[in-house]
């Protein structure tokens, strides 16, 4: 089963934005959707490497900031023409504080 | 012997355990009921229409006097139970006591108070119960102020029963739209319309600071200095599980008291139900479940099995004229779809969120005659693909067909501006249609709309079509993205006359048909509503691009650079020092000199930007706004103060521009150039601006590229006057952030509207020209300052920092 770890309120996030989670293998985005869903994202577009966490937030799409691919935060899978996947990690909200999958701190560890 | 069987609470939940308990076992227990209210149950949720004066609190009462003595129950009103003795089973009030085989829990909740300075004030109540209602009948009279602190369900019924009542009502909310929890944006924008058209002022995005006052509440102040006055302030910010005494009994309490299946807490002889319970991690504040509950728990007084098994619920909102309903997962979500329909026209809105071809959330306003029907699919997880097409439009596909584009125009008042090149409006247009000009160009020949620029083409024949009817075919319209058919133009027109102020009002007004935009569109529309609202519109930061939203260039790598402004490309040593500091400070890999006469850091990490900016902001550097759609450089040459050939202070006029124009937005970024004479050292004649210096005064000239396209400008007026010099330019600036398209530079915008055009209203004619001036200035009186020093306070800088740093955690 997975194991979630506290990584701080919901309201840290702002609608439709999105804050890093550091870890020792490389940033984790976490976004903040206009319904308050949570998704955990690698920070990395797999295009060249653009901060998805940057990107404009609509619906459960991300668009990552350098050259507009855009992914579904759900599946971290481009969408349209364009052929690429980042990596997701399960999260979850539970009074109003934001949980993530603490395998993330174990891959940390093991670095 | 009768078991004893001892209730606390006497409210909705556990009334309806009574009645169904007395039902089907009337003679088990000998029941003693007490209650803090100094009453029985009456139906609370029915305090709305007694606020609102459309019943009476004895219209309302479910159990009265007569009731409690045919079923024998003795009653203790106006008694709360103090304490539970759980070793000697009895529990205590200040008055005495009463001994229990079985006890009930039913305390229901307590709203919730948010810790402010005057919440203690005599005038500061909540809404929970009939004192509270009476305290709001007695304030909502004519003539009075009362503010709602919360813009939930329960909010919403005290503002509207209120303002029913004649006081004037302000709720203050502190999300971005009203009701949250139970609708989308778009839905919110609907209700807040609607309310605000019954007089109700909504404040979104207020986050209350203090009550103000003196012998009782005066008025509400909020965080960002807002003052509303206020002889009443009613607070319904959200409630929690009344579980003081559970806790104090020390029975396992988390949120709310924790009870199994058939409802019984950690001790078992005793029970809980209603709004105190916790089951499986879920709270509930809605009715529905809590009669579930009682039917639960009173078959498990009796001995038998049954599971409390928690249903979804719908919601809707007690305020006449606003329909609503809503129940439901409507987020999105892995694998789910949404069914949007919009009528503008109507003011509805319906969304269905669909998964794996099933209804799992809904949401709709205006028109919710078809909720119950999606609730009992959503329910019954009927498979919906047979009638996906249709779903939409309810059971008896009623209304039938697709929403009307033509709805907004046609919702438009005559005096609409539509041609904005010639200032004509809709009710022109549809004379001259009427009056048989039935082909575009002889609307075109008659009333001149659409004969400029030509951007206002798709309006004007949308008019034309809602005049002639099927008579007139459109030609295709070319929407700005994928989520709407209008075109950029259409849309800045629209928000102009339809008086549309927010991202969500457009959305809904002109029938968008995602449900909230796409990265192309949002951008855009942020700019065309803070270009027309400077005053009224809150800027949406999340609709912006990295650069605009960070105040930095983004790079390859993900760091930023960072550009202070350098006015007119002239500099101190100071400055110098100071950038030279903070390049050393943090580690900044390149400092380079850039094309546009200042120096830029790049590479710079996004949680050093804060306290960058703080450094150079100590050395009165401001942001250079390297990479915004508005205001970059003005470059400058030495001009007439050292340079032989200079004829007028060309830095000095180049400082002055910088100085006034910066901080503004534009659709896309503007950059001059003011050379001191015609040798053009500052390459003025390629710029969105240029003024060159001449002996005679100043020459300015307009729409020129040096970028992806080389063009040299053209010119635009000569003026002997610094002044007036400055003038125009601010003027043609104001002109193109009025009229342009969104990420068109002017020399685009001039081609398509002709430059005639721009020199009549920025040169020729002097009071258009002023006008321009002043809403320029008006939009500068909130744009003009640093963006920097804004983020670089205390309280901005950790939002810079990532929000959990687990590497920390694997170095310990
Ligand atoms: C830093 C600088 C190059 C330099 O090292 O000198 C620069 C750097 C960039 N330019 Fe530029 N431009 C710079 C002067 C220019 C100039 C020359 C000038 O300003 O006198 C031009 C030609 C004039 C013009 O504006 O058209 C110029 C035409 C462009 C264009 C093409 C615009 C066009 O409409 O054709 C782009 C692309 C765009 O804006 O869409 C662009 C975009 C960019 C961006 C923002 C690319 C991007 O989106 O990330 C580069 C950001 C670098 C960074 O991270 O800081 N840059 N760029 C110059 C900054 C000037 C300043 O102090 O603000
Ligand atoms: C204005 C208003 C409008 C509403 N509208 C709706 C609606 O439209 N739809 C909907 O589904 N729900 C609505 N609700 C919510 C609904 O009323 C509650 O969910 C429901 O009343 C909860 O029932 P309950 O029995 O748990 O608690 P309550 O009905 O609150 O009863 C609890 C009782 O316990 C008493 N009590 C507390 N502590 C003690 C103690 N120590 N000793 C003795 N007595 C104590 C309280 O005084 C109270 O009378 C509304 C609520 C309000 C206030
Ligand atoms: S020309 Fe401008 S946009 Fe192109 S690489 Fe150089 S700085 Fe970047
Ligand atoms: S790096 Fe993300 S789209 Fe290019």
Redesign the pocket.
Known sequence: MTQFVDIGSLEDIPVQGARLVRTAQGCIAVFRTADDRVFALDDRCPHKGGPLSEGIVHGDRVTCPLHNWVFDMNTGEATGADEGQVGTYATRVEKGRILIDASLIARSNAA | MKKKLVI???????GRMLEHLFDAAPDLYDVTL????PRGNYN??M??PVLSGEKTYEEIVTHDADWYEAHGVTCRFGE??VRIDREAKLVHTNQGSAEYDALVI????APFIIPVVGKELPGVVT???LEDTHAMIDAGVAGKDAVVIGGG??GL?AAAGMAARGASVTVIHLMGHLMERQLDPAAGYLLKKDLESRGIKVHCEGATKAILGHERAEAVLLEDGTVYPADLVCMAVGIRP?TR?AVDAKLEVERGITVDDSMRTTDPSIFAL???VEHRQQL?????P?YDQAKVLAKTLQGEAAEFRPVQTATKL?VTGCDLFSAGDFADGEGREDIVFRDPGRGIYKRLVLEYNRIIGIVMYGDTADGNWFYGLLKDGTDVSEMRDTLIFGPAFQGGGAPDPMAAVAALPPEAEICGCNGICKGQIVQAVQGGAVTLDAVRAQTKASSSCGTCTGLVEQVMQFTLGDDFAASAPSGMCGCTDHSHEDVRRLIKSMGLKSIPAVMQELGWKTPGGCHSCRPALNFYLLAEWPTEYQDDRQSRFVNERNHANIQKDGTYSVVPRMWGGVTTPAELRAIADAADKYDVPMVKVTGGQRIDLLGVRKEDLPHMWADLNEAGLVSGHAYSKGLRTVKTCVGKDFCRFGTQDSTGLGIRLEKLLWGSWTPHKVKLGVSGCPRNCAEATCKDVGVVCVDSGYNISVAGAAGMEVKETEHLASTPSEDEAVQIITAFIQLYREHAKYLDRPYKWVAKVGLDWVIERVVDDLAGRQALVERFELSQSVYRKDPWAEHSTDRERAKWAPMADFTLEAAE
């Open positions: 606390i609470g006497a409210g909705m939940a556990s007490f209650n803090e209210e609370r949720l305090l709305s709360p139970v039913a305390t229901g909740s809404y929970r119960d369900l329960l019924e009344e005494i209603g709004e105190c509930f504040g809605l009715v529905a809590l007690k």
